[in-house]
């Protein structure tokens, strides 16, 4: 079968990513020992990185609470992982959906289903070990989240993939090797951040290759759409639900939150590179600029 020259380099790197998932993957089922006791004294994250740090509401926490909140604040992003990932494999299968399943592009994107998968298996056990409701997004987002496999195609697809792992990976390339953080949470991400590497380069090419033939007319909806969905990545990490494990008003909690400035630093620091990426790919701009400030990913000037 003769390919086109844009078509030999996707297969060239989903050639490459198919040896590597073969070569380096964990099972979590195996890899991670879930009966092993939970550390006595181990944080579940930083506490510089906890949504109230450094807030009125920070100081009236005991050191004993402070974990705990960091405890359920885990478990929110977790669990609002599995929302993603479940929200990215529908979005896959229906680009999938026409293509030909003998190109190696095609089953790298198969081999990346399987993946999240296990991660959202991995992120579900992890949140049931250590003791914490699965959080996930409140009603009206996941309500929300059910049109975005419809209305979610070309670059702000892949972009929007891109924004929620990327998202996470940052954080979790922190965490992962602070002996400060529990042993399981530390595996877990470790996990996860080695498999979403490959991830990362496939959407990252889809990006690149979709702005590459995107006409001007269809410019404003691609820019649009990936910042809504941004918006609302961002704003779900957390959800308000976590504050009364610590005895704060939910409401009262998430107000706190999405004006704390500590907060807002770290939703920033965590996309710093992948806004560099969207910036230089054209995908951050006009009309979608109102909704980047409010998902805290650029800072309001």
């Not at 198919?18 to 939970?38: M, Q, R, T």
């Not at 994250?45 to 100081?59: F, K, V």
């Not at 003998?102 to 081999?111: C, D, E, F, N």
């Not at 704060?248 to 807002?264: S, V």
């Amino acid at each position: 079968m003769t390919r086109t020259l844009g078509e030999a380099g996707r297969e060239k790197t989903a050639e490459r990513l198919l040896k590597s998932s073969a070569n380096k993957f964990y099972d979590p089922e195996v890899d991670i020992d879930w009966n092993a006791p939970l550390a006595e004294g181990k944080r579940y994250i930083p506490e510089h990185r906890s949504t109230l740090y450094g807030t009125d509401l920070w100081e009236r926490l005991t050191p004993e609470q402070r974990v705990e909140l960091g405890k359920h604040e885990l478990a929110s992003v977790a669990t609002n992982g599995i929302w993603f990932e479940i929200l990215l494999m529908q979005m896959l299968l229906k680009e999938l959906y026409d293509a030909d399943p003998t190109t190696s592009h095609a089953q790298y994107a198969l081999t990346e289903i399987a993946d999240e998968c296990r991660h959202s298996t991995m992120f579900a056990r992890m949140a049931e070990r250590i003791g914490c409701p699965p959080y996930g997004p409140v009603a009206f987002r996941r309500r929300l989240g059910k049109i975005l496999p419809t209305i979610g195609y070309g670059p702000a697809l892949y972009g929007s993939i891109l924004v929620a792992e990327e998202v996470l990976d940052r954080l979790q390339r922190e965490q992962m090797n602070d002996p400060q953080i529990q042993p399981l949470v530390r595996m877990v991400n470790r996990i996860h951040v080695l498999e979403e590497a490959r991830h990362v380069t496939f959407a990252r090419e889809e990006v690149t290759r979709g702005m590459a033939r995107l006409s001007k007319a269809e410019l404003g909806y691609q820019r649009l759409l990936i910042a809504i969905v941004s918006h609302e990545i961002t704003r779900s990490l957390v959800n308000p639900a976590v504050y009364k494990a610590v005895g704060i008003r939910p409401r009262d909690g998430y107000r706190a939150a999405m004006n704390n400035p500590h907060w807002q630093e770290t939703v920033r620091y965590s996309g710093e590179r992948i806004m560099e990426f969207l910036g230089e790919a054209g995908l951050v701009g006009a009309p979608g600029m109102y909704w980047w400030r409010r998902s805290f990913l650029v800072r309001d000037r």
